[in-house]
T-cell receptor, first 114, second 113 residues
């Protein structure tokens, strides 16, 4: 089963707010978790990558993985209008990404209001 | 600058016509992929190639064909057998097939006339 659930939004928040984006999944074999940011009519760009459970921080972005709950999150602190985009979660069971069946969520459309 | 170049940015297909989407990378990546993105849908894998002269079907390969004659190039042909081709097509690459990080091109929007 390769199902990933992600709320499509849109999620609209004021500038400076903390944003929480989430995905749930059903396949307990998933071990590699990623967040991609996609601006309108552009290709996705990799924001965060996490292996197994735990937290990872990179600047204003924090990725969390809770494998026991099959739940992953992306937090954005001090949100900026330039953060307005669609955020896609992605996950796979093996390290091969696309070749090992990288499964994407449908994406959450985020709007940061100036 | 290193990257993945997709062309054209916009493409129109007539009924019964085959069209080819170009994908070129100068990152020296081994693996390349084609994904289809429909509004409100996640990315779905069409075809992938881990090495030159070899490629594998993804989840939705019917109506599509690919070739991988050079490491840098992975063109996708949308054939007349694909009855619902309107979508945003994304090409991606990886350093090796065992590296989970994908790098994407800027996409091609294909529409039916």
């Amino acid at each position: 089963q390769k199902e990933v659930e992600q709320d499509p939004g849109p999620l609209s928040v004021p500038e400076g707010a903390i944003v929480s984006l989430n995905c749930t999944y059903s396949n307990s074999a998933f071990q590699y978790f990623m967040w991609y940011r996609q601006y309108s009519r552009k290709g996705p760009e990799l924001l965060m990558y996490t292996y197994s459970s735990g937290n990872k921080e990179d600047g204003r972005f924090t990725a969390q993985v809770d494998k026991s709950s099959k739940y992953i999150s992306l937090f954005i602190r001090d949100s900026q209008p330039s953060d307005s985009a669609t955020y896609l979660c992605a996950m796979s069971a093996g390290p091969g990404g696309g070749a090992d069946g990288l499964t994407f969520g449908k994406g959450t459309h985020l709007i940061i209001q100036p | 600058d290193g990257g993945i170049t997709q062309s054209p940015k916009y493409l129109f297909r007539k009924e019964g016509q085959n069209v080819t989407l170009s994908c070129e990378q100068n990152l020296n990546h081994d693996a390349m992929y084609w994904y289809r993105q429909d509004p409100g849908q996640g990315l779905r894998l069409i075809y992938y190639s881990q090495i030159v002269n070899d490629f594998q079907k993804g989840d939705i390969a019917e109506g599509y064909s690919v070739s991988r004659e050079k490491k840098e190039s992975f063109p996708l042909t949308v054939t007349s057998a694909q009855k619902n081709p309107t979508a945003f097509y994304l090409c991606a690459s990886q350093t090796t097939a065992t590296n989970e990080k994908l790098f994407f091109g800027s996409g091609t929007q294909l529409s039916v006339l």
